[in-house]
Structures are given as structure tokens and as C-alpha cells.
């Protein structure tokens, strides 16, 4: 099958080429920034103008995650923290989101728990460490709770509130033509707060991060929160650095994975 060519004009294809330059351009300099910044760092801890012992160096962390992997640990502990991240983030969106088609459902019911959902919000979930200990134990389940609490009550209010300002005057007109509120739900609703779904994924991304590592400080033998935990506890910032240069790695990687959705949903 022959492939359609699309002949733009002078003006268009000159659109496009300064788009295509100036996402080159920022890519370029996202790239020096970064290098820069490591070769900065790399040069004043040479020279004695950083403490190496207390900020450590690229090249002390590049060595210090090469000495982690030789023991076969630092594979553990990435698997760990990146298992238990992907479980809260996953339980915490879809609660989340369930929660908030209840309280869309019903304005009676979203009347009465609407205020607990702000003092839960505003809730230190740290407050709760010992407490969920107690109920599931310490380890892997702990840690997933603590995910699941830090990011199911944002969700929730990100997705209400997306399904809540939805245009009225649309709802009226499938009202008229005698809709169901599930066929409002499913046509309607849910589609048009597909953009507030995107977003409130790429939050979660990094508050699912926040509730692992802070699970894994408070009861967990082994993650990256363990590992920076382990290192601060020893005096060996390295690992610490290490650790959190790896625990950047992956939280950027699930975020480049979930933010395209959000370029597809607000087109």
C-alpha cells in the first residue's frame, strides 16, 4: 500500500524545525546541567573544598554502587524497594479511585466524609508507624500499608475533585435524554477526568517513593530505605549517596514511564 505523503508549507515546515531544535536544545542542556553539576561536585571534593566524608563524590559513589553489587545485596535491596513501590502505587490509585466514584456517587456520603478526608490528608502518616507494625507486622507489609496510606487520600481528592467539576451543563444534557448516572459515570465522568487521572498518576509516582522509604525506615531488613538507614547508622555516607543516587534512578524511571499518558489523554 502506497503511503500518503502530507505536503506542508514553507511556513509549516519551518514551525516544525524550530520545534524539533528546541526540544534538542533543552534535551542538550538538561544533559550539561547534570554533567556539570557532577563535575563540579567531583572537583571541589579533589580538592578539599567539600568534606568527601561528609558529601561524598561521583566517583566515591560510582565505586561504593560497584562494591554493592559485587555482594549481590544491592540487587535485593533494589528489588525490595521497587516491589513494594509498584504494590502501594498500584493498591493506592485504584482505592483511591474507587473511593472518589463512591463519594461522586453519593453527595450525601461525600458531604459527611469530605472533612475527614483533609485531616487524614494533613495527618503525619509517620505519627502511624507504630501502629501498623502492630496490626500487619514488620517487612514488606508494613512498608506497602505506609505507601498505600500516603498516596490513597491525595488520590482521592485529586479524582473527586476532577469528577465533581465536570461541565454541568453536559450532565443536564444527558439527564434530559434520560441517562442513567452510570451511563453519566462511564460516558461522561470518567472520560472527561482522564487528564486529572495522568496527573494524579505522575504524583503518586513520587509519593509512592516517599511511603516506601519511609516504611522501610521504620521496620524493613532490607530496600534502598534500609540501605540509607544501614549507611547513616555506620558513618559510611557513601552507601547513603549511593543509595539515594540509585533511589533517583528508579523514581525517574516510573515517572518517564507514566507521563506520556498524560500527553495522550490532554490531547
Known amino acids: 500500500m502506497k503511503k500518503r505523503t502530507v505536503n506542508y508549507s514553507k511556513a509549516r515546515k519551518l514551525y516544525l524545525k524550530r520545534q524539533r531544535n528546541d526540544k534538542i536544545l533543552v534535551i542538550f542542556f538538561q ?56 504494590i502501594g502505587f498500584v493498591l493506592a490509585t485504584a482505592i483511591g479511585y474507587i473511593l472518589a466514584i463512591i ?9 459527611v466524609l469530605e472533612p475527614y478526608l483533609i485531616i487524614l490528608n494533613s495527618l503525619p502518616k509517620i505519627a502511624l508507624g507504630p501502629m501498623i ?38 450532565i443536564l444534557l444527558m439527564k ?33 517513593w516517599v511511603g516506601t522509604i519511609m516504611g522501610e525506615y521504620l521496620s524493613s531488613r532490607a530496600g534502598l530505605g534500609y540501605l540509607i538507614n544501614y549507611g547513616s547508622q555506620i558513618l559510611k ?3 547513603v549517596m549511593a543509595s539515594i543516587v540509585i533511589l533517583c534512578i528508579l523514581a525517574s524511571g516510573m515517572y518517564f514511564l507514566v507521563s506520556p499518558l498524560e500527553k495522550r489523554y490532554k490531547k
Open 31 to 86: 544533559i550539561a546541567v547534570i554533567v556539570a553539576f557532577l563535575g563540579i561536585w567531583e572537583l571541589l571534593a579533589y580538592t578539599g573544598a567539600l568534606d568527601p566524608f561528609f558529601f561524598s563524590s561521583p566517583s566515591r559513589i560510582a565505586v561504593t554502587i560497584v562494591d554493592l553489587a559485587k555482594t549481590g545485596n544491592l540487587f535485593l535491596h533494589i528489588w525490595t524497594s521497587l516491589y513494594e513501590t509498584i
Open 133 to 170: 507494625i502492630f496490626w500487619v507486622g514488620s517487612g514488606t507489609g508494613a512498608t506497602i500499608v505506609m505507601c498505600i496510606l500516603i498516596c490513597v487520600i491525595i488520590t482521592t481528592i485529586s479524582m473527586l475533585n476532577a469528577f465533581i467539576s465536570c461541565d454541568n451543563d453536559k
Open 237 to 239: 555516607l557513601d552507601i
Open 176 to 208: 434530559s435524554m434520560h441517562a442513567k448516572k452510570y451511563q453519566i459515570l462511564f460516558k461522561l465522568i470518567i472520560p472527561n477526568s482522564l487528564p486529572e487521572f495522568a496527573t494524579a498518576l505522575k504524583i503518586n509516582v513520587g509519593m509512592s
Open 103 to 111: 463519594l461522586w456517587w453519593s453527595e450525601k456520603v461525600r458531604r
